[in-house]
């Protein structure tokens, strides 16, 4: 009976799209993982390229690119859920759904990155090391997934407004504040590593984790739809071709801009010892690729003539993705690319490049996404606007525009 | 209780690696991984190029950053100052290896670059990373301190060799090799380093010959103005004038 009611509803939801993403994605995790899980089973770590210079590869900026692209959507769902901006409604339960899956995309990186993750569990309570960033980081994280998961069964049962599913969704924001606070720390405390040391770390986190989190909002919204504005929702299609979007994602992609300018910039001029390593991200051709990624994001989407449009808003979300998950990788790197009084003859900078297991990693921690994220699409009603047109038009019957909508009382 | 320190006197030290390799053997390590290295390196270019050379054990921080970023608690300090690392509790998130600001702690399961693999010749049927028949006997290998062969996954570091010095004589201000009664309780490079640059003793202990070189040859720590405070010093030349360590002193407990 409930396998069948499953079934109804995912046929009703379903489009081809999805569809294939699912099915795509789950072979891809498949083709993946498998690999993957063998090189570990017959070379252990040895499949990875760290080296003791570079303990942190790729798998970490995977990371650390999944949980604070969780952490943005979680700020662009509590635009309206926390702070009343209603405009937002129509994308924020599938921003919540993006952001539980996103987070679990990112454990899944961490988790087959380091070495002991099961020890993780009862080393982490019975250590109890207050001092470290990354002990925070482990509890809020953790809090975040337990407090988001509880938030996403209460408005999935179209409880939005009571004052549990508002407290839900609020100690699901400042426990990600908090969370991804301390990640930055994690980086930003570090002042043998002159690359991170900065105790503003948190903040460029947290303007780099909601452009991320927007970018992926606006991507993945339109593609339940086709990724064409008239077939989406009402409200949503409201939002999506109305101008309030870009304007929002254009201001976070400018301040991205600025605050990666300023710091490769100060990185390049300073003398101190270690910040070599922007000359490293300045000479490789990824850094131009992720600049001009944003600049061409930030002008299509100040630009009257494309802002509003379908085709330009999603263009400039997978650049800014691209660059963002770049930029992830720059600054992983970066940190430890001037070695730290390495061995005889070590000199210059450190050596590393992902290997094939690594990317095997980054492509199941995607497919992983992209499977529960379409699994979402088919058997969930993502959209938060069947609610919300009944709250509207409840109270208000001739409820038809944006306006209207975002004025739509609590009371369901 | 004593708090060991080291001091390496680089007038004395003639790059000779000696205690490179007496460190591999005493400690089973596999090539490359030099818990105690000597970095080679040149300065200027020619003709004033100048070829050098800089041994570097773990420092053994009076504040290790290590033990702070560990969120397990798997790294910690001995009450006689010395780091340690439980491999029973280790993770290996590696985050104490980005912490460390000497780079001096190694995880126990990267790609080999020096080729062939000497963990295929010797493998190990006990979850540890291999099995050389040189190792340290079972018997005084100790998980908790990080002593012996290390388990697959986690990070391993210098320990002063904490086997030779936990058991040390109670009192001794000096570990001495010379002296033929703590020869076995003296770190194995200390032991080994033939042109004798390096000292071994307490540093609380004002009649210590590791507190009396500092003072008098103004002993210097490696990166002072990071805060870590090294329990390592290095003796330069010793007759200039003494670099305040931090830009304020007595400011940090």
């Known amino acids: 009976m409930f396998a069948s009611a499953i079934f109804r509803k995912a046929k009703a939801n379903g489009s081809w799209l999805i569809d294939n993403i699912f099915a795509a994605s789950a072979v891809g995790l498949v083709l993946t993982l498998a690999p993957l899980l063998v ?37 662009i769902a509590s635009l309206a859920m926390v ?96 969370a991804h606070s301390a990640l930055g720390l994690v980086f930003g405390m570090m002042a043998m590593r002159p690359v991170w040391y900065d105790p503003m770390m948190p903040v460029y986190f947290l303007i780099t984790a909601a452009l991320s989190g927007a970018a992926f909002a606006v991507f993945f919204s339109y593609l339940p739809y086709g990724f064409r504005q008239e ?86 979300a997978v650049l800014v993705i691209a660059s963002l998950f770049i930029g992830r990788y720059e600054f992983v790197i970066g940190g430890q690319i001037v070695p730290l009084f390495r061995g005889a003859w070590v000199q210059g900078f450190a050596e590393y490049t992902p290997s094939f297991a690594e990317w095997l990693l980054v492509g199941a921690s995607c497919f992983l996404f992209l499977l529960l994220f379409s699994a979402g699409e088919k058997f969930i009603d993502l959209a938060s606007e069947r609610w919300h047109r009944s709250s509207a038009v409840a109270h208000r019957p001739d409820a038809t525009t944006l306006a209207d909508a975002s004025s739509a009382p609590s009371g369901h | 209780m004593a708090r060991w320190g080291m001091v390496i006197d680089l007038e004395r030290c003639t790059g000779c690696q000696a205690c490179s390799t007496a460190c591999q053997m005493e400690n089973s390590l596999v090539a490359g991984e030099n818990w105690q290295d000597v970095m080679f390196y040149t300065e200027g270019k020619y003709p004033a190029a100048q070829l050098k050379w800089f041994p570097r054990p773990c420092m053994q921080c009076e504040h290790p950053s290590c033990v702070d970023v560990c969120p397990v608690k798997a790294t910690y300090k001995t009450k006689d100052g010395v780091v340690l690392i439980d491999w029973n509790r280790c993770i290996g998130c590696k985050y104490c290896q980005i912490a460390c600001p000497y780079g001096v702690r190694f995880y126990s399961e990267v790609k080999q670059t020096l080729l062939p693999d000497m963990r295929d010749a010797w493998k190990s049927d006990d979850g540890k990373v291999w099995d050389p028949p ?48 703590l020869r076995e309780f003296t770190p194995a490079c200390v032991v080994t380093c033939a042109p004798n640059a390096r000292y071994f003793g307490d540093l609380d202990n004002p009649q210590s010959k ?44």
């Open chain 2, 134 to 181: 040189f190792a340290l006997p079972k018997s005084r290998r100790n998980d908790k301190w990080g002593v012996g062969i290390p388990p697959r996954h986690v990070v391993s570091k210098c320990t002063f060799c904490y086997h030779r010095i936990s058991q040390a004589p109670k009192g001794t201000a000096d570990l001495d090799p010379s002296d033929p009664k």
């Open chain 1, 39 to 75: 090189f570990l089973y017959f070379l252990g770590h040895n499949a990875y390229n760290f080296t003791n210079d570079v303990p942190w590869g790729l798998p970490v900026a995977t990371y650390v690119f999944f949980v604070l692209t969780s952490t943005g959507l979680t700020f």
């Open chain 1, 231 to 316: 077939n989406m929702p009402e409200l949503l299609r409201a939002l999506a071709s109305g101008t309030s979007l870009a304007k929002v994602f254009a201001t976070m992609i400018g301040i991205t801009i600025l605050s990666i300018l300023s710091r490769t910039i100060t990185g390049l001029w300073s003398n101190l010892d270690g910040l070599e390593a922007f000359q490293y991200v300045a000479q490789s051709p990824l850094f131009y690729f992720e600049l001009l990624g944003l600049v061409i994001s930030f002008y299509l989407m100040v630009s009257k003539a494309h802002q509003r449009q379908a085709r330009w808003q999603i263009l400039s």
């Open chain 1, 83 to 178: 702070f009343g901006f209603n405009d937002f409604y129509p994308a924020a339960k599938r921003c919540v759904w993006l952001a539980l899956v996103t987070l679990v995309a990112g454990f899944t990186a961490l988790a087959l990155e380091i070495g002991s993750p099961f020890r993780m569990l009862w080393a982490l309570p019975t250590g109890l090391q207050y001092v470290s960033p990354m002990f925070w980081m482990g509890v809020f994280y953790s809090l975040y997934l337990v407090l988001l998961a509880l938030k996403f069964l209460r408005i999935n049962a179209g409880d939005w407004d009571s004052s549990l599913s508002r407290g839900l969704g609020l100690a699901s924001f400042v426990s990600v504040v908090i």
């Open chain 2, 210 to 253: 590791v507190r009396q070189l500092i003072s008098e040859k103004r002993g210097v720590r490696l990166l002072d103005h990071l805060g870590n405070k090294p329990q390592v010093y290095y003796l330069t030349g010793g007759e200039a004038g003494a670099l305040p360590g931090s830009r304020a002193t007595a400011t940090r407990v």
